[in-house]
C-alpha cells in the first residue's frame, strides 16, 4: 500500500511497542550501573543498539503473528494486521534492525552484541515461534530475553558477565511469568480464541491467581539479594515495593475477576522500573 514515509515510519514505531523498550533500556542501564564504572560511549551504544534491535525482534513477532494477531481484540488494529505493513516487509524490516543493533554493540564490545542479538533471538525463535502456540511455560522460557537486555547493560562495562548480572537477569527472568499471567488472565478470552495456550487459559482463574502469586513469592528473593552490590537503602526500597506487589498479588487471589488482573498487571511494570531505578540512583550517587 502506498503511504507516505512519515505513515510508513509510525506504522514501524508502533509495531516496536514502544512501552515496552523503555523497560528494557531501564533493565540495561541498570545492568550497567551496576557494575559501578560507566563508559560513556559504551552504555550510548548498548541503549540505542538494545532499542533497535528489542523494537526490530517486536517488528518481526508481528509479522510472525498476524493470523494470531487478527482473532485477539487487543492486538487486531496492529499495522499488520490491517495489511499496512505485509508479513514479508515486517520480518526482513525487523530482522535487519536485530541486525544493526547487534552490530552496534559491537562498538561496546563482542559480548555486549552476543546478548543483545540473543535476546532478539530468544523472543523471535524460541518464544514466538516455538513455544507461544505450544506450552504454557512460553512466557517462563520467554523471560530471558528480557535477562538479556541487562545482561548486555553489564556486559557493555566491563566485558564480562559475573554473579552480580546473573542475579539482576534473574531478577527480571523471575519477574516476568507475574507481570505476563496477570495480563492473559484479563485477556483470557483473547488468548483463548487464538489458540494460544497461555497458563490461565488453561487453567481456572483462581489456580492462575495462585501462581502469579506462587510466581510472584518466588521472585521476591531475587529482587533483595541485589543489596549485596547496591546496599541497605536498595533493600528497604525493594521491601517496602515487594510487600506492596505482594498485597495485589493477594488481592487478585481472594478475587480472582480480570479487573483485579488488569490492577496486579498495571502495578508490575512500574514494580520493576522502581527498583532497576533505586539501583542506578544509589549507584550513582
Ligand atoms: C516473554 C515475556 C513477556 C511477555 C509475554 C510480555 C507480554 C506483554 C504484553 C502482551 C504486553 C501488553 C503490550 C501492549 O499491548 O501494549 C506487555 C506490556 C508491557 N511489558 Fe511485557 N512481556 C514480557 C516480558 C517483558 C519484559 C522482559 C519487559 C521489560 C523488562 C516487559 C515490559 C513491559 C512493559 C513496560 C509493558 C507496558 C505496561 C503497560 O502498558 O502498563 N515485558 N507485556
Ligand atoms: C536485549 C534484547 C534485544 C531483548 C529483546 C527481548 C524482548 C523483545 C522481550 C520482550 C518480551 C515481550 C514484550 C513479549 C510480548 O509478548 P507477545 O509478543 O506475546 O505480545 P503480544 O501478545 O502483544 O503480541
Redesign the pocket.
Known amino acids: 500500500m502506498a503511504v507516505s514515509p512519515r505513515i510508513r515510519l509510525i506504522y514501524y514505531a508502533k509495531l516496536s ?1 514502544p512501552r ?2 523503555w523497560l ?1 533500556d531501564l533493565a ?1 542501564l541498570a545492568g550497567a550501573f551496576l557494575t559501578g564504572k560507566i563508559l560513556l560511549i559504551n552504555l550510548i551504544a548498548v541503549l540505542i543498539g ?1 532499542t533497535l ?6 517488528i518481526v ?2 509479522g510472525v ?1 498476524i493470523d ?2 487478527k482473532v ?1 481484540k ?2 487486531s488494529k ?1 499495522p499488520t494486521v490491517m495489511g499496512y505493513v505485509s508479513k514479508k516487509e515486517a520480518i526482513i524490516v525487523g530482522s535487519t534492525l ?1 541486525g544493526i ?2 552490530l552496534i554493540g559491537l562498538i561496546a564490545n563482542p559480548l555486549t552484541a552476543l ?6 533471538l ?2 523471535i525463535f524460541v ?2 515461534i516455538w513455544l ?1 502456540p505450544r506450552s504454557p511455560l ?2 517462563v522460557i ?2 530471558f ?2 535477562s ?2 541487562a ?2 547493560g553489564y556486559a557493555a562495562m566491563t566485558n564480562n558477565f559475573t554473579l552480580a548480572s546473573l542475579l539482576l537477569g534473574l531478577l527480571i527472568f523471575m519477574w ?1 511469568p507475574g507481570h ?1 499471567w496477570s495480563l492473559a488472565l484479563k485477556f483470557k478470552e483473547d ?1 483463548s480464541k487464538a489458540g ?1 495456550p497461555m497458563l490461565p487459559v488453561l487453567l481456572p482463574e483462581k489456580s492462575a491467581a495462585k501462581y502469579i502469586a506462587i510466581s510472584n513469592i518466588l521472585m521476591i528473593p531475587f529482587a533483595l539479594i541485589l543489596y549485596l552490590y547496591v546496599g541497605m537503602i536498595y533493600l528497604v526500597i525493594a521491601s517496602i515495593f515487594s510487600a506492596i506487589l505482594l498485597l495485589f498479588s493477594f488481592k487478585l487471589l481472594k478475587n480472582p475477576t480480570g479487573e483485579e488482573a488488569w490492577r496486579s498487571f498495571k502495578i508490575s511494570a512500574p514494580y520493576l522500573a522502581i527498583l532497576l531505578i533505586a539501583l542506578i540512583i544509589i549507584k550513582i550517587v
Open positions: 511497542k515496552i523498550i528494557l540495561a538494545g534491535a528489542s523494537g526490530g525482534s517486536m513477532n508481528e503473528e494470531r494477531d485477539m487487543r492486538t496492529r536485530l543493533g547487534s546478548f543483545i542479538l540473543l535476546g532478539g530468544i523472543y518464544y514466538t507461544k512460553n512466557i520467554g523471560g530475553a528480557g538479556a537486555a545482561w548486555a516476568t505476563f488468548y494460544i
